[in-house]
C-alpha cells in the first residue's frame, strides 16, 4: 500500500460514520443582466475607484495608448503569446529612435529570472474574464497572460480586457474559467492598509495598474 492509499483510507474511515452532505442551496444571482454598456460604466467605476488607470479603446487604438503608457518605461516584458499587432507602435518608436527593443519576452521554454523581471519596468498582457461587479480582472496563465510572475514583478501591469470578456458578477466569471488552471485574480493595484492604517502601495504587486478596456 502506498502512502497516498493509506491517507486516503485513513480519511475514509474516519468519515465513515458521518451524515451525507445536505444538498447546498443555490438561490443567489446566476446572471447581473447588464446590457454591454452597463457593463463597461460599472466595471470602469469600480477600477477608477480602486485607483486603477482606466481607457475605453477601439482595436485600432490600443497599440498607440500601449505604447503612450510605456514611454517611461526603460524596458518591459510580454507574454510569448501576445498579439505582436499590440505593440507595434512601441517598437515603432523604439525603432524611429535608433535603440534597441525594450521588450523583454517571457517564454515557457526560456523564462526570464526573478532578478531579470526585476529589472523590468512594466509589463504588457491580455486577461482572460473581468467581473464588472467587483472590479476584478481574472488571469488564466493563457498564452497572452503568461506566467503569474512577470504579472507580480514589474512595478507597472497595462492589462488588456476585451469587452466580450466581462462578466457582470462572480457566478457569471466562474462559469467561464476552467479552474484547473493557474488563477489570478486583481483588484486594483497592489496595495495594504495594515500598517499603522495608511495605504501603502506596491506591497505584493504592480504599484501601478493600467487598464485598457477593447470595444
Known amino acids: ?45 469600480r477600477l477608477v475607484d480602486y485607483k486603477a488607470g482606466v481607457a475605453v479603446v477601439t482595436e485600432d487604438e490600443l ?3 500601449i505604447a503612450t503608457l510605456l514611454a517611461e518605461a526603460e524596458s518591459y516584458v510580454v507574454p510569448d503569446g501576445l498579439d505582436p499587432d499590440w505593440l507595434e507602435e512601441a517598437e515603432a518608436i523604439d525603432a524611429q529612435a535608433g535603440t534597441r527593443s525594450r521588450r523583454r519576452t517571457d517564454a515557457a521554454g526560456s523564462p526570464l529570472s526573478v532578478a531579470e523581471l526585476d529589472a523590468v519596468d512594466a509589463v504588457v498582457t491580455g486577461s482572460a474574464v473581468s467581473v ?3 472590479g476584478t480582472i481574472i488571469l488564466d496563465g493563457s498564452p497572452n497572460q503568461g506566467r503569474r510572475a512577470i504579472t507580480l514583478v514589474p512595478d507597472h501591469h497595462i492589462c488588456v480586457v476585451r ?25 486594483g493595484p497592489s496595495a495594504t492598509s495594515d500598517i499603522e492604517l495608511e495605504r501603502v502601495e506596491g506591497v505584493h504587486g504592480p504599484r501601478t495598474l493600467d487598464v485598457l478596456i477593447v470595444r
Open 63 to 65: 497599440p498607440g495608448r
Open 1 to 45: 500500500m502506498s502512502a497516498r492509499e493509506e491517507i486516503l483510507g485513513r480519511l475514509r474511515s474516519a468519515l465513515a460514520d458521518q451524515p451525507p452532505v445536505p444538498e447546498v442551496p443555490r438561490n443567489y444571482r446566476h446572471e447581473a443582466g447588464l446590457s454591454t454598456e452597463q457593463l463597461i460604466d460599472l466595471l470602469v467605476d
Open 163 to 187: 469587452v466580450e470578456d466581462i462578466a457582470g458578477i462572480v457566478p457569471e466569471a466562474l462559469r467561464r474559467l476552467d479552474g484547473t488552471r493557474p488563477l489570478t485574480m486583481i483588484s
Open 132 to 134: 464588472a461587479e467587483t
